[in-house]
């Protein structure tokens, strides 16, 4: 496959090119080859994108909402029918394994365009009688937003944003990570396809700079991030300024607490799903894995025999179950947390090396008696390390469990239904689970609490974060003044 996009750019429904803008490598990390260039929007690429959205939206907002809708419900078929080119372009972008790939990425992209785009024309507002008089309220689109994604779920962020978006009647500039810039440009080609007019999706590629750059324009009314904390302060103060609104989709350093009687099998799959999938670089990932003393040795043993199925291999290969790490960079930062467990006293149960072949592999790796100041348990890693802490009661657990700025997500595993609702209240996190772990459906609502971030993505609560309410008094008779 050709992974070199026809251009860097996709504005105004074409491909759009200007060699003046930085480089981007686009590097292949199961093999470290560079795959293609690309080059960061100048200051008249971004003007060219803010200039087509703000046109198109007032066209697109015109429309009928079932007519939106039909749009994004098209754009899902066409994602479906292309899910393998398109897992493939993924699998070259982030090198994630085309297993995962296959059944997450454009799918879950398409669940997001086919789920807004039915909801679409329910989005109304409402009558509210006042006596003879009434007042209405119109839910109306924000206007031009912002999509600012991440690395690893790059077609994902990009529909996650783009559909509730577009259903509201906005329109979209979205900036992918310059680490993997391929697969939303796909994104807005095929919105474009099923009917979007020209300028309702536009896509710009580019470093930090390129997304600091779009908040401040006084064009633009929304900014959505899915990124790291650091990043997210930034966005958030550059955003307040212009008083815009904001969903922030940050780190984060999740528990999943697993009781005595929990199911070990379920419990060691929730564990594994929760720090090993897509090689651990998944926001929502419950890393701090709490584990009754009870059953510690039997979860550390089947844990231990479970991880023999990993198969790390070529990404592309339907077999491999385990990637490289997104780039030299994230690999690195990766291996100093092995030395950091080490260092501060953890016991390596498994993993805890670079693999040795080419491409930004390293092997799955558990710590177990981690401590809950160990620099393990408390910074994200975004990789496949696991740390294993001991705890003997839930009043003890949940404290502890809830003893981080962040609060992405949580997890329980228990036999015992009331237990596993009183923890689910308890925890401090925007996205829990039990008995499970990092379900992410279209249908349910998933973001942060504390640092991990403001608003929420998918579900009917999307809705709100890229709408506004306005409410219209109407007098029936006649109106009285003082003088
Ligand atoms: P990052 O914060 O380094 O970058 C995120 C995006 O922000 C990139 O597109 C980057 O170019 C852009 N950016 C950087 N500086 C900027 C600035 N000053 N103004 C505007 N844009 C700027 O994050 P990353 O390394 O790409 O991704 C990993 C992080 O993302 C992790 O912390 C992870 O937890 C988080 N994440 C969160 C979710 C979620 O839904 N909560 C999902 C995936 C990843």
Not at 6 to 19: L, N, P, T, V
Not at 388 to 415: C, I, K, P, S, Y
């Amino acid at each position: 496959m050709n992974a070199q996009p026809e251009a860097s750019h996709f504005i105004d429904g074409k491909y759009i090119e200007d060699r003046t803008g930085d480089v981007i490598e686009v590097i292949y990390p199961a093999t470290g080859d560079v795959i293609a260039r690309l080059h960061a929007a100048t200051p008249a690429i971004v003007d060219q994108a803010l200039a087509a959205a703000k046109r198109a939206q007032k066209e697109w907002a015109g429309w009928t909402a079932t007519a939106r809708g039909r749009v994004l419900r098209r754009a899902a078929d066409i994602m479906r029918d292309r899910n393998h080119d398109l897992s493939v372009l993924e699998t070259y972008d982030t090198g994630k394994p085309y297993q995962e790939t296959s059944v997450v990425d454009a799918t879950s992209g398409a669940d997001a365009l086919e789920y807004f785009g039915g909801l679409a024309a329910s989005i109304t507002g409402e009558h509210i009688p006042l006596g003879d008089d009434f007042v209405y309220t119109r839910r109306e689109p924000l206007g031009v937003c912002i999509g600012i994604g991440a690395w690893n779920y790059p077609t994902q962020i990009a529909c996650w944003k783009a559909a509730p978006a577009l259903a509201c009647g906005n329109a979209m500039v979205f900036k992918p990570s310059e680490t993997t810039p391929l697969c939303a440009l796909k994104v807005a080609e095929i919105l474009v396809e099923a009917g979007a007019p020209a300028g309702v999706c536009n896509v710009i590629q580019g470093y930090g700079a390129v997304g600091a750059s779009l908040i401040t324009d006084p064009r633009v009314d929304k900014v959505s991030l899915t990124g790291s904390v650091p990043t997210g302060r930034k966005v958030y103060a550059a955003a307040a300024e212009g008083v815009r609104h904001v969903t922030m989709e940050l780190g984060g350093k999740s528990p999943l607490v697993i009781f005595d009687d929990a199911d070990l099998e379920n419990a060691v799959s929730g564990a594994i799903l929760g720090n090993f999938y897509s090689s651990g670089q998944v926001c929502s990932n419950g890393t701090r894995v709490f584990v009754q003393k009870g059953i510690k040795d039997a979860f550390l043993k089947r844990l231990t025999e479970r991880l023999e199925g990993v198969k790390m291999g070529d990404p592309q290969d339907p077999d491999t179950n385990f990637g490289p790490m997104v780039s030299e960079n994230q690999r690195d930062i990766v291996e100093g947390f092995f030395t950091k467990g080490v260092e501060e006293g953890a016991t390596l149960v498994t993993g805890g090396k670079r693999v040795d072949r080419d491409g930004f592999y390293l092997e799955p790796t558990v710590f177990a008696d981690v401590t809950d100041d160990m620099t393990i348990a408390r910074d994200e890693i975004f990789g496949p390390v696991m740390s294993v802490l001991d705890f003997d009661t839930e009043e003890e657990v949940l404290a502890r469990a809830n003893d981080t700025e962040f609060g992405l997500a949580a997890g329980v595993f228990t036999a015992d239904l009331t237990r596993a609702h009183r923890m689910a209240a308890g925890f401090e996190a925007g996205t829990c689970y039990i008995n499970t772990y990092n379900d992410a459906p279209v249908e349910a609502p998933f973001g942060g609490s504390k640092m991990s971030g403001v608003g929420r993505e998918n579900s009917k609560a999307a809705i709100e974060h890229y709408s506004q309410i306005k409410g219209v008094y109407v007098r029936m008779g006649d109106l009285e003044a003082p003088f």
